[in-house]
């Protein structure tokens, strides 16, 4: 039986259909023919925007899931789980702190940024440097393989949150589009993490 409860996969799930399906609502939501390659999500939760609620849940049930995933994910690295969780209360703060008409907002731009690096990196954090003799024999994937994937995660997700960044300070015309790349790929991994996890048998010994 994993260690991982079962609480922690509705959360890791709840992730991508909070973002995923807060800006396909809001978007449909808009009046003024919204553009999702050229605007970004945080455009869709600014002040002014049309129905800006159901963007501003999604980001806050997404925060929330994070947050919650992070407290269940036991099979993690606490380093790891430390930045999962800061990803998640970054996002309630940009949250608290929307955009203003203008788009201008330092605190929400902070946020932000603080979110999407610390989705990014939590997976390289997130496997343990060493495992005890008895997982060794309890888990059918070595430490090794889990790092490397661990990290081939954290790489590719940090290439598409650098895509964002030069499209975003650069102006360029696929800002909407880049960001949600990244951020969907941000709230998939927690997910993998978790199924990964609860495939795991917990091992003896651990009551």
């Given at each position: 039986?994993?260690?991982?409860?079962?609480?922690?996969?509705?959360?890791?799930?709840?992730?991508?259909?909070?973002?995923?399906?807060?800006?396909?609502?809001?978007?449909?939501?808009?009046?003024?023919?919204?553009?999702?390659?050229?605007?970004?999500?945080?455009?869709?939760?600014?002040?002014?925007?049309?129905?800006?609620?159901?963007?501003?849940?999604?980001?806050?049930?997404?925060?929330?899931?994070?947050?919650?995933?992070?407290?269940?994910?036991?099979?993690?690295?606490?380093?790891?789980?430390?930045?999962?969780?800061?990803?998640?209360?970054?996002?309630?703060?940009?949250?608290?702190?929307?955009?203003?008409?203008?788009?201008?907002?330092?605190?929400?731009?902070?946020?932000?940024?603080?979110?999407?690096?610390?989705?990014?990196?939590?997976?390289?954090?997130?496997v343990p440097r060493r495992a005890?003799?008895?997982?060794?024999?309890e888990h059918r994937h070595p430490?090794?393989?889990?790092?490397?994937?661990?990290?081939?995660?954290?790489?590719?997700?940090?290439?598409?949150?650098?895509?964002?960044?030069?499209?975003?300070?650069?102006?360029?015309?696929?800002?909407?589009?880049?960001?949600?790349?990244?951020?969907?790929?941000?709230?998939?991994?927690?997910?993998?993490?978790?199924?990964?996890?609860?495939?795991?048998?917990?091992?003896?010994?651990?009551?």
């Open positions: 039986m994993s260690a991982v409860p079962r609480w922690a996969l509705l959360s890791a799930g709840g992730a991508p259909l909070f973002l995923i399906g807060g800006w396909t609502l809001a978007q449909a939501a808009q009046s003024d023919g919204f553009d999702p390659v050229r605007q970004t999500i945080s455009a869709l939760a600014a002040t002014g925007a049309d129905h800006r609620w159901i963007m501003t849940i999604g980001l806050a049930g997404l925060g929330l899931c994070h947050l919650t995933t992070a407290l269940g994910l036991v099979s993690a690295a606490p380093a790891g789980r430390g930045l999962l969780a800061l990803g998640g209360l970054a996002t309630l703060v940009l949250v608290a702190f929307p955009q203003n008409p203008g788009g201008g907002s330092t605190t929400h731009a902070v946020a932000a940024g603080v979110a999407f690096g610390a989705l990014a990196v939590w997976p390289a954090l997130a005890t003799p008895s997982l060794d024999r430490p090794a393989p889990v790092r490397r994937v661990a990290l081939t995660a954290a790489a590719l997700l940090l290439g598409l949150v650098g895509w964002f960044g030069v499209e975003f300070f650069t102006d360029g015309t696929w800002i909407g589009l880049t960001e949600r790349l990244a951020a969907a790929a941000e709230a998939g991994v927690p997910l993998a993490a978790v199924l990964v996890s609860r495939r795991r048998p917990k091992p003896s010994g651990t009551g």
